[in-house]
């Protein structure tokens, strides 16, 4: 597997990308997805009274653009972030799941580099 990524210089119009909604266990989430190869990059927006309807082993970079939520762990840790924090995660590395009272905006972004060698 290729987990070069050799992507060209280009903007992204957060305005112009399709937002689609997702439920969790309670509440809403929104994403905008910008597919690239080996690389996923998301806004996502959670409801206010939102928690994930699932446990994720995915690896991810979450940076909270405005708002704040708890990343929970598997093991019982439970870490807040606020505006201006980030998480980063490898693959398989960790289940984790969020949730938020008052709602979140997050910027995400995961693919083949986060993959657990």
Same mark, same amino acid.
């Not at 399709?18 to 927006?45: C, D, F, M, N, Y």
């Not at 505006?83 to 980063?88: A, D, H, K, L, S």
């Not at 398989?92 to 995400?108: A, C, D, M, Q, Y």
């Given at each position: ?17 399709? $937002? ?19 690389? $996923? ?35 019982? @840790? $439970? ?12 693959? @398989? ?25």
């Amino acid at each position: 597997m290729n987990t070069e990524l050799n992507i060209p210089y280009q903007n992204i119009d957060w305005q112009q990308v399709a $937002r689609t909604e997702h439920s969790g266990e309670t509440g809403k989430a929104w994403w905008q997805t910008v597919q690239l190869p080996g690389l $996923r990059i998301r806004i996502v927006e959670y409801s206010a009274g939102y928690l994930a309807d699932h446990w994720c082993l995915k690896g991810h970079i979450v940076h909270c653009l405005s708002g704040s939520f708890v990343s929970e762990l598997a093991t019982g @840790e $439970r870490f807040h972030l606020t505006q201006g924090m980030t998480y980063v995660v490898s693959d @398989e590395l960790s289940s984790h799941r969020s949730s938020t009272t008052e709602g979140v905006k997050l910027l995400i972004v995961d693919g083949d580099f986060l993959k657990l060698k």
